[in-house]
């Protein structure tokens, strides 16, 4: 009796896994702060979980990091998810902008998110220069949310907020945390789990 609740329990489990896709920000990689972390979480929820290291990160080319998602974010539905920091969070937008307006895609949560310049870090105008269709983004993707703390030196809260507003996000200010980096203090980051655990 035990073995069968035991086989039920780990169907169930399967069947509202999740098929998560991590995406660092600017001059990081996969063990980078709180994404080793968050992912190891996940993958202990039986969820299926893609950290990875995308190329030249301290001069990242929109190009490779395209060509890099498209052929490692290869589930896409509505079982889809994106967690992403900073950088990642546009990156992914211009990758699912490309893809076909039928596409679903469960959601993403986006920590530290922009999509204008940022006056510090011109090295990642690239990433900004595709026009993006809100509008077809938020047809696509069913739950967005976007986490930003209201002391982030390196991305302006207003601006992770302006994009919340674009795609009708969710939108988490948090009273600190800066740009949640690692040289922050951020080894983990609950909330994110938390967001995505929320989701049904």
């Not at 990433?127 to 077809?136: E, H, N, R, S």
């Amino acid at each position: 009796m035990k073995k069968i609740i035991f086989l039920l329990c780990l169907c169930i489990s399967f069947v509202f896994a999740k098929q998560i896709y991590i995406v660092h920000g600017y001059g990081s990689d996969e063990n980078y702060g709180f994404l080793p972390s968050v992912a190891k979480n996940l993958k202990a929820k039986n969820h299926e979980v893609l950290l990875l290291s995308f190329p030249n990160a301290f001069s990242p080319k929109l190009d490779e990091w395209m060509q890099t998602m498209s052929q490692n974010f290869t589930k896409l539905d509505e079982n889809t998810f994106f967690i992403t920091h900073s950088l990642g969070g546009v990156a992914v937008l211009d990758f699912l902008n490309s893809l076909d307006e039928r596409t679903k895609i469960g959601g993403v949560i986006m920590v530290a998110p922009f999509d204008e310049p940022l006056a510090k870090l011109p090295i990642l105008n690239d990433f900004i220069k595709p026009k993006l269709d809100y509008k077809k983004l938020d047809n696509m993707i069913i739950h967005k949310i976007i986490i930003s703390a209201k002391d982030d030196k390196v991305v302006p809260t207003w601006m992770s907020e302006n994009l919340a507003k674009k795609l009708n996000a969710k939108f988490i200010r948090t009273p600190n945390g800066g740009h949640f980096m690692e040289s922050e203090g951020f080894k983990d980051l609950p909330l994110v789990i938390e967001e995505l655990e929320r989701i049904k």
